[in-house]
């Protein structure tokens, strides 16, 4: 299997960078094959260009989201690892989502209305983290709003299975060793399980 890991978080020492080395190298382990796509490296632009829009005439992919849709042509599973800000992913991972994950390649609109998914029998995983505890998300609604708004958008419009969400709620500069110890097992495991 391929996987594609997708990182929206700047710095290579932070908590989501581990947990994406952690799922390439769990992966990878395993004998599947993974590409690591980090988003502020690649100083990825997630400026939906008025010429990049379907329904503006002459409309085409830019040059950068061509290179990078043939980089993911032949994925089988997209692992998204992202921080929740202010109670959405980066801007950068839904700048990435509307112009990689757009029509042509994610999904086709259908002259009737609506969309067929492209990405169908593919799956998705996400790792995500938050300064606040989990049960502040859930209680405050923000969980739900980042299922619904990223997770299950994705997988209705370009028809990604879902796999797992797991999200490390609490993490700051002060987390407690023990804690980023369990949070890298917890990826092995369920790279284990699952695949």
């Known amino acids: 299997m ?6 929206a978080r700047p710095g290579d020492r932070s908590f989501s960078r581990l947990m994406a080395d952690t799922y390439v190298q769990a992966v990878t382990d395993r004998g599947h094959t ?19 829009i379907p329904t503006s005439p002459g409309a085409t992919p830019a ?10 042509a032949d994925v089988d599973v ?29 999904y086709r609109t259908l002259k009737a209305g609506g969309s067929e998914p492209l990405l169908t029998g593919r799956r998705m995983i996400s790792f995500t983290s938050s300064g606040s505890e989990n049960t502040w998300l859930v ?14 958008r994705l997988q209705v419009a370009c028809g990604l299975e879902p796999l797992d969400h797991v999200n490390h709620g609490g993490v700051d500069a002060d ?20 695949f």
């Open 2 to 7: 391929k996987h594609a890991v997708i990182l």
């Open 34 to 52: 993974a590409i690591l796509r980090d988003l502020y490296v690649m100083d990825f632009d997630p400026r939906l260009k008025a010429s990049e």
């Open 63 to 72: 040059p950068d989201v061509v290179a990078e849709r043939a980089a993911l």
């Open 139 to 152: 209680d405050s609604g923000q969980w739900s709003g980042v299922r619904q708004a990223f997770d299950r």
């Open 175 to 194: 987390l407690p060793p023990d804690r980023v110890e369990e949070a890298v097992a917890g990826v092995r495991r369920i790279v284990a399980e699952l």
């Open 78 to 106: 997209f692992a998204f690892v992202y921080p929740i800000w202010f109670g959405a992913p980066p801007a950068i991972l839904k700048g990435y989502v509307e112009r990689v994950f757009g029509v042509g390649f994610a």
